[in-house]
Each structure stands twice: as structure tokens, then as C-alpha cells.
């Protein structure tokens, strides 16, 4: 079992910035990657970022790309989302997600095995 505490949300103006974390605790030794999905009320989970977590490769959505970075810390267990720039359509609720397995894409929610709670990121106008 893996369980995943997300920190960081809240409230910030356009154009502002907030930093989201996420420990994962338990299994850890077989993580093969980590991402950062998002749901905003009334619209499906999207994917924002994922890294591979040995290789380090890194994965965006179009919508974040240049705004947000993700990183990694191995010796922690823990994923960072760096968000600057932020808009008031950022606003949504972001799960932490660990994938134990391979798969060709990062972007699936469905191909993730753990979940966080969710953070609520709220972004004014």
C-alpha cells in the first residue's frame, strides 16, 4: 500500500504563484512515476504533469506548459508542482497520483494506482 498526503493549495490573484507537494509513504521503493491531475466543478480529472520517477522524464499538459514545473525528490518520496502565472481557469482541485507499473502514457487517470486527497487551488480574478 502507498498512501499520498498532498500540502500547498489555496488562494492566490492572477498571475500569482503556489507550490503543491506530495509525500508518498509506504511502498515506495517501486515507484515507476508521479502526477498531478486536476478537477474543476462540473468537468472531468485532466491531466497537468507527471515524472518518471528513475528516469526523470517529464511530462505536460499543453494548458501548463511554461507555467508549471514538476519535480522530484527520491530521497523524500516526494513531487512538487510549481505553479507561476497562475489564471483564474487553474482553479480545481489537484490530486497527487502514483503509478507502480509501466505504461505508454502518463495522461491516463485510469492507469494510476494511488491517490491523494486532493488540494483545492483557487485562483481569483
Known amino acids: 500500500q502507498v498512501q499520498l498526503v498532498e500540502s500547498g493549495g489555496g488562494l492566490v490573484q492572477a498571475g500569482g504563484s503556489l507550490r503543491l507537494s506530495c509525500a508518498a509513504s509506504g511502498r515506495t521503493f517501486s515507484i515507476y512515476a508521479m502526477g498531478w491531475f486536476r478537477q474543476a466543478p462540473g468537468k472531468e480529472r485532466e491531466f497537468v504533469a507527471a515524472?518518471?520517477?528513475?528516469?526523470?522524464?517529464?511530462y505536460y499538459a499543453d494548458s501548463v506548459k511554461g507555467r508549471f514545473t514538476i519535480s522530484g525528490d527520491n530521497a523524500k518520496n516526494t513531487v512538487y508542482l510549481q505553479m507561476n502565472s497562475l489564471k483564474p481557469e487553474d482553479t480545481a482541485v489537484y490530486y497527487c497520483?502514483?503509478?507502480?507499473?509501466?505504461?505508454?502514457?502518463?495522461?491516463?487517470?485510469?492507469?494510476?494506482?494511488?491517490w491523494g486527497q486532493g488540494t483545492q487551488v483557487t485562483v481569483s480574478s
Open positions: 497520483a502514483l503509478k507502480l507499473r509501466y505504461a505508454a502514457t502518463m495522461t491516463n487517470s485510469n492507469l494510476y494506482d494511488y
Open positions: 515524472i518518471r520517477w528513475s528516469a526523470g522524464y517529464i
